[in-house]
């Protein structure tokens, strides 16, 4: 069983910045996959952006070139730096791991961006 924490959200105007981090309990080397989903309020989970074991990353059209998402295999962490936010990224954001048939969630960070 992977525990996922998340941390860094909060609240932020148009424009600025934020990372969030999703700390893993076991070491990352095993997870295939790992990545960032949100959730807006009457909205679908959605994938924002993803990245393997290999180091490949994805990223939802709508943040391109204003997010970026990396690891540290050696903290068992994965980020997510935020910039040029737009009042329409404000969602709880989750973090996932994939390893083999199994899918963790983390509890999720609230994000608000001011407009």
């Known amino acids: 069983q992977v525990q996922l924490v998340e941390s860094g959200g909060g609240l932020v105007q148009a424009g600025g910045s934020l990372r969030l981090s999703c700390a893993a309990s076991e070491t990352i080397f095993s997870i295939n996959v790992m990545g960032w989903y949100r959730q807006a309020p009457g909205k679908q989970r959605e994938l924002v952006a993803d990245?393997?074991?290999?180091?490949?990353?994805s990223y939802a059209d709508s943040v391109k070139g204003r997010f970026t998402i990396s690891r540290d295999n050696a903290k068992n962490t994965v980020y997510l730096q935020m910039d040029s936010l737009k009042h329409e990224d404000t969602a709880v954001y989750y973090c996932?791991?994939?390893?083999?048939?199994?899918?963790?969630w983390g509890q999720g960070t609230q994000v608000t961006v001011s407009s």
């Open positions: 996932k791991a994939v390893r083999a048939t199994r899918v963790y």
């Open positions: 990245i393997t074991n290999e180091g490949s990353t």
